[in-house]
């Protein structure tokens, strides 16, 4: 399943490094793909979308 996230605080690769860490904790199998102008990231995962965004948050960043 697609799902599109609107994070802020990420700056960096380190930040999207970490985005993706996070959401790949919660699902390994997960496609991530970040975009650091526009602040959002494209997940490809079958976990449903509140476990992603907290792993996200747990991560230091802000999701929705």
């Known amino acids: 399943m697609h799902q599109?996230?609107?994070v802020t605080g990420m700056s960096c690769g380190?930040?999207?490094n970490a985005v993706t860490d996070a959401v790949q904790a919660v699902d390994?199998?997960?496609q991530v793909s970040v975009d650091?102008?526009?602040g959002t990231v494209d997940?490809?995962?079958t976990q449903p979308r509140h476990e992603l965004i907290a792993a996200i948050v747990q991560a230091?960043?802000?999701a929705a």
């Open 4 to 6: 599109k996230f609107e």
């Open 14 to 16: 380190h930040c999207a």
């Open 28 to 30: 390994p199998q997960a």
């Open 36 to 38: 650091l102008p526009t």
């Open 43 to 45: 997940v490809q995962s």
């Open 60 to 62: 230091g960043y802000q």
